[in-house]
């Protein structure tokens, strides 16, 4: 039997009530956040839940609870979702496991969890982990399928979000080992995701062993399936830094596949300096990052599938059009675009284009390029000032070509 096609269940476990198999040393796994990339998720960390010996059958999904309109009604999602087991607006068509439970109270999503899954936009976090970090267990630990990053306004340097949660979680002093939290990342496009599409991804975690066991492991086989492959490295600051400025990296492809008279060779350039620059970006502002880290899913493999089918680069291919008009007569009167124009055209194409979700790599792309601003290191990373410069100060998209340079590098 081909493997990717191989059945994964446990014994019984269809026909076993849930509290039966629920024990104080069993794994609680709640999912904070349910749009499309965390119900995508869902649906392996529900397969695995069940599959699991140390794993609680019953998976929590906390969701921010919205009306929608569903056959003809208006209805909460969490009620939605529970009811037809699929998330109708986010992951639409696509079936969620059974013991997967929508729950739009984050203090009851997150009780007495083991392991956290934050999979929501970063800007959301602060305010709810301070509620979270009082109702989990004291052995919690969490994992981060966040692409993105936070910023020091007052050192101007890079935080990771990994170690952001941390901090918050560690405040009040509920853990007694400590929160630690890891990291997800990879070539992971939802939808393909959800469909059981093969591929890959990278999780990047330090957890401590308890009681004898490889914690690592253990959180490993969870996210792990005959589809979803899962390598487990230890380079938290390499795997997530590259998951976030892959979305930068992205909006550069964008800006290529909106200009008719670039192809795939000026892409394959793109992607090359691209990744270049998130290498040289990660040591200058990162301990302890490993060449090898950038060989997994969750660099190089990431940034490939991102500049071909991400949202950072659909949205990127729109504003590309729509700043370099086709017709000849509309060149001939082509209009002189202010900042304030470049921003409000972004947001236009984050409403018309994404479903609600949001566009991670232009909020990346200007805390990036005030932290190069700020350390006077614009003239090394020229992809990413040109990048940054066409999307926010107007510059003419054509632009982009001069960002593909090859720059002295120890690299």
């Not at 349910?34 to 839940?49: K, P, Q, Y």
């Not at 964008?254 to 040289?280: P, Q, S």
Request: charged residues 25%; neutral net charge; proline residues 4%.
């Amino acid at each position: 039997m081909c493997l990717a096609t191989a059945p994964s269940s446990k014994s019984n476990s269809e026909s076993t009530p849930l509290a039966t198999r629920r024990r104080s040393t069993e794994e609680k796994i709640c999912i904070v956040g349910s749009g499309n990339w965390g119900s995508a998720i869902s649906i392996l960390i529900g397969a695995n839940a069940r599959r699991l010996p140390f794993c609680q059958t019953e998976v929590n999904m906390w969701v921010f609870e919205e009306e929608i309109t569903h056959k003809g009604r208006l209805r909460k999602l969490s009620h939605v979702i529970n009811e037809e087991h699929e998330n109708v607006k986010y992951l639409p068509r696509i079936g969620l496991p059974h013991n997967v439970i929508a729950e739009p109270d984050l203090e009851k999503a997150c009780q007495d969890a083991t392991l956290l899954l934050f999979v929501l936009p970063h800007q959301f976090l602060p305010p709810l982990l301070k509620k979270i970090r009082r109702v989990v267990h004291p052995s919690c630990r969490g994992v981060s399928l966040i692409k993105g990053m936070d910023f020091d306004p007052t050192s101007k340097r890079p935080v990771l979000i990994s170690q952001s949660i941390e901090e918050i979680m560690n405040a009040e002093n509920h853990f007694p080992a400590g929160f630690s939290c890891g990291v997800l990342m990879g070539a992971n496009v939802a939808d393909e995701v959800a469909k059981g599409q093969i591929c890959e991804s990278t999780l990047a975690s330090n957890f401590d062993a308890v009681d004898g066991k490889d914690m690592n492991e253990s959180t490993r086989q969870i996210f792990d399936s005959p589809t979803f492959r899962v390598q487990h490295v230890k380079d938290v600051a390499g795997a997530e830094v590259s998951g976030a400025l892959k979305n930068v990296i992205a909006l550069g492809a964008g800006f290529v596949d909106g200009l008719d008279h670039l192809g795939g060779n000026t892409k394959a350039a793109l992607l090359r300096v691209g990744l270049k620059e998130m290498i040289k970006f990660c040591r200058i502002f990162f301990e302890g990052v490993r060449d090898d880290t950038f060989l997994e899913s969750c660099g190089m493999a990431d940034l490939i599938t991102t500049c071909y089918g991400g949202r950072n680069r659909k949205c990127a291919e729109a504003f590309a059009r729509v700043r370099t008009p086709r017709d000849e007569k509309k060149k001939e009167e082509e209009k002189e675009w202010q900042p304030h124009e470049c921003e409000e055209l972004w947001l236009k194409l984050e409403k018309e284009l994404l479903n609600g979700q949001k566009l991670q790599g232009t909020l990346a792309c200007k805390q990036v390029y005030l932290t190069l601003q700020s350390r006077d290191l614009l003239d090394s990373f020229p992809l990413i000032k040109q990048i940054y410069e066409i999307s926010f100060q107007c510059v003419p998209v054509e632009c982009i070509v001069d960002g593909i340079v090859v720059c002295r590098s120890n690299l």
